[in-house]
């Protein structure tokens, strides 16, 4: 009866308590009568404000590729210093809807923060997103909570914004061809970011749903093709599909040409096969692709640098005829972006 009394408690205070104040909770229940809700309620420490809370839709009025680009390089270049707290991430799989939860922590400057992301690509069959997410912000200094955050259009942005990065960097100025192998939520953002960094005069699109491929290149004006010809003669080719085999053949590559592998993730799965991993591997973390990247792994492909360390000056460029920077993607990146936002409203 107590219990239950105490659990009632607790419903209708919900709104008041938070789990940073479990130990006050504890000792209150101790030291009075359960049945005395009004005890409880004048000994709990009340917080000064809640936990905000920002869905995509705010997240989106003040999160913009343009500040995105450059946040994304700073943060690749201090991870790449040792200046984050990075863990490689965990990943839950959830076999029984072919499913996986993934759990990216990192401690960056006055922020820390986890990003919470399941992988659901069963879900594009129903209409919703197959990637869905929750980043929670917390201060460095003192552990105090500063927001939660859907997580969803950060990770489809600081994505592409981390490909504009490298493409800018590692493309010749002049690229004016782009193919993309894919034809979801990634291909647009990519076309959006990469569009930012180079002027493509002409975008090849592909994707193993020759509907998709030509929905994406009618509304963004470019060409529904084969694999092999959106990909011949390109000056940047980026792959973002969910196959687990190459639909990137290194006998179409043209000299020259950068390529942004995005897709696959995971030991045994890759987009590109072992003649396209011939060039200089450029990676955005040296021991989470040793782990994740079927692309490296598979190909026994040697690491040249991080990308970080190319930003900073740290090594060269490479002088090969391809180059491939494989992304996985990394919680300091999403801590980056989600500071954005954060700045953002809170100046709003």
Known sequence: MRLNRLLQANDRFRGRIFSTHAANLLRVVRRVNLEDRAAIMNQLPHSQTAVPFFDEAEVQRVLHLEALIPAME??????????????VRSVISVSQYSAFMGLMPAVYGDIMGTKLVNLYPNNATRGLPTHLAIIVLFR???????????GRLITELRTAAVSAVATRLL?????????ILGSGVQARAHVRALGLVRRFEEIRIWSRSPQHAKLLADEIGGIATSAEEAVRDADVVVTV????????RGK???????????????????????DAMRGALIVDSREAVLLESGDALLAGANIYA?????????????????????SLGLAVEDLAAAKLVLDALQKN
């Open 74 to 87: 700073r943060a690749l270049i201090d991870f790449s210093a040792g200046r984050v707290l990075h863990p």
């Open 140 to 150: 460095s200094e003192t552990g105090e909570p500063l927001a939660v955050m859907d």
């Open 171 to 179: 493309s010749a100025p002049n690229a004016c061809k782009l193919a």
């Open 241 to 248: 599909t969910n196959s687990p085999e190459p639909v990137l």
């Open 252 to 274: 179409w590559l043209k000299p020259g040409v950068s390529v942004n592998a995005v897709g696959a993730v995971g030991p045994t799965h890759r987009e590109l096969d072992d």
């Open 306 to 326: 991080e990308l970080g360390e190319l930003l900073a000056g740290a090594k060269p460029k490479p002088e090969t005829e391809i180059t491939v920077f494989k």
